[in-house]
């Protein structure tokens, strides 16, 4: 499996050189966008009690159409939450993540979820 950190347009890569990331990733180049297509970004907003928050992004392997009710993709996206931010004693934390971009699947992008805790 390939890991992408970051997803730019067919351009970008042609002006920047980068046609040949299709050989690093065992793949055509015209089937790159097909393999940038397995990935969303997703906004992750952590929030805790004493006032701490953090954002951040990240690129997350896109959920397979059979999992619809996306149980495992949000399974996979918690687990990257959290910053390990510790307030004290008593620790209330609210994580929310939602899907910014995703390729071709952009009745993904708004998804949302959040977990409290």
Not at 54 to 82: M, R
């Amino acid at each position: 499996m390939c890991r992408l950190v970051y997803v730019a347009p067919q351009s970008t890569w042609d002006s920047l050189g980068l046609t040949a990331l299709g050989e690093s990733l065992n793949a055509p180049a015209d089937e790159i966008g097909v393999i940038m297509h397995k990935f969303v970004t997703v906004l992750i907003e952590n929030s805790y009690e004493c006032g701490f928050e953090e954002t951040h992004t990240v690129q997350v392997e896109a959920p397979s159409p059979e999992d619809y009710n996306l149980i495992d993709f949000w399974e996979k996206v918690h687990d990257l939450t959290g910053t390990g931010h510790d307030c004290g004693e008593r620790e209330d934390a609210l994580y929310e993540v939602r899907i910014t971009e995703a390729g071709g699947r952009s009745y993904l992008v708004g998804l949302s979820m959040g977990w409290q805790g």
